[in-house]
């Protein structure tokens, strides 16, 4: 099978880099929040070319409940966000006491609709936070406005677009606080659990780095009640070379997206949005189509690792049904969860193999299938 993803290639092609400094580590005798995390956080910051500051926590969830306890928000106050976005965005927001509101989707971007964030805000809305789904941007220059009309912190979940671009500028440096995960199975991805955060202020960067272990301060006195969400050595000096390779990495996906969206231009399939100002990650490469289960089955029994990016959205998972406000208007994301196709996308996909992906598919078209 084919997978839709497929972190250990990404582990051999980088293996000689990651086993020297997974070494370097297990020699150090220091395992967690140390030089390898310091120098991620540096790195990770001009990475994204901002005068930033870095916190690298244990995973992405934990970055987005730390953005919202670093900006004081907690019992109460409502953030609006997609329901279509992986259900940790949710939890993260309810981690930190706060309370998701759910907006729509815009059907082209896949991604929060500004509009119908207009239409969520009410007297207890604190925040907004947008998701740049599969590696497509949000629309953060209006999502921005909305914020600053109605006195709205923006925090960005970056989780699956680690180097994605609008007008040249990286994803992430658009709010104030933008939280990324390091999952595997994500663009810049460690071996196990991790997670940053990019924050334009200093003062905030500190008061996270303060969250994340038991709101010490330097003496180790806990002067505000914090987490534990540590980020291990192990991890970032693994991401730290994961890093060095991410835009070559992300230039591969595109490329494997544009010999799809090439292929599969004439067939009655919605294929992910193309704007000539953005740089899309391609974390995930998500089509739409009708008859989608038979045509996903199909590419299964082809050897295809097709999957659904989401089965369902967060609004339709037994936890978050019907008590989230919000999420009875969201005709937009509920049309798109029964077409959604998630088709393999990784930067190690060979020649070969995208050839079969893409035979396999033209080919049940090719054979009537048309809706
Ligand atoms: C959009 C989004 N937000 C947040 C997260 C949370 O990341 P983690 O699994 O590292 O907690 C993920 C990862 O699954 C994600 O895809």
Redo the contacts with the bound molecule.
């Keep these: 099978m084919i997978p839709f993803g497929d972190p250990s290639a990404s582990y051999q092609t980088h293996k000689s880099e990651i086993d020297q400094a997974i070494k370097r580590v297990l020699d150090s005798g220091w395992y967690v929040l140390g030089t390898e995390v310091d120098a991620f956080e540096k790195e990770f910051v001009s990475f994204h070319g901002k005068d930033f500051h870095a916190v690298g926590v244990a995973?992405?969830?934990d970055a987005?409940a730390l953005c919202l306890r670093g900006l004081g928000l907690g019992i109460g106050d409502e953030i609006i966000t997609p329901s279509h976005?992986?259900v940790?965005?949710v939890a993260?927001i309810e981690q930190a006491g706060c309370t998701p509101v759910f907006a729509d989707i815009d059907p082209v971007s896949r991604c929060i609709d500004p509009q119908s964030i207009e239409e969520r805000i009410g007297p207890k809305t604190r925040a907004i936070m947008p998701?740049h789904i599969y590696g497509q941007p949000a629309a953060m220059h209006r999502i921005l406005e909305i914020g600053k009309a109605n006195q709205l912190e923006v925090i960005e979940?970056c989780?699956?677009a680690h180097g994605a671009e609008i007008n040249g500028q990286k994803v992430g440096t658009f709010a104030k606080l933008s939280a990324f995960?390091c999952?595997p199975t994500k663009n810049l991805g460690g071996t196990g659990?991790g997670?940053v955060i990019l924050c334009r202020s200093k003062d905030l960067a500190n008061k996270i780095k303060s969250l994340r272990q038991y709101g010490w301060n330097e003496h180790r006195e806990s002067t505000i009640t914090g987490f534990n969400s540590r980020l291990d050595e192990m991890q970032a000096a693994i991401l730290r070379v994961k890093l060095r390779h991410l835009s070559d990495d992300n230039e591969k996906r595109r490329l494997i997206a544009q010999k799809y969206n090439r292929a599969f231009e004439d067939l009655p399939v919605t294929l992910p949005s193309q704007n000539t100002n953005e740089l899309h990650a391609m974390h995930l490469y998500v089509i739409e189509c009708e008859r989608r289960d038979e045509l996903l089955n199909h590419l299964r029994s082809k050897e295809v690792g097709a999957s659904l990016h989401y089965r369902l959205a967060v609004h339709q998972h037994a936890a978050y049904a019907n008590r989230i406000r919000g999420g009875d208007e969201l005709s937009m994301t509920e049309y798109f969860y029964q077409k959604n196709l998630t088709l393999p996308m990784f930067p190690q996909l060979c020649e070969e193999k995208l050839e079969h992906v893409i035979s396999s598919l033209t080919s049940w078209f090719k054979n009537g299938n048309y809706p």
């Design positions: 995973n992405g969830t987005i976005t992986a940790a965005t993260g998701v979940d989780s699956q995960s999952y659990d997670g």
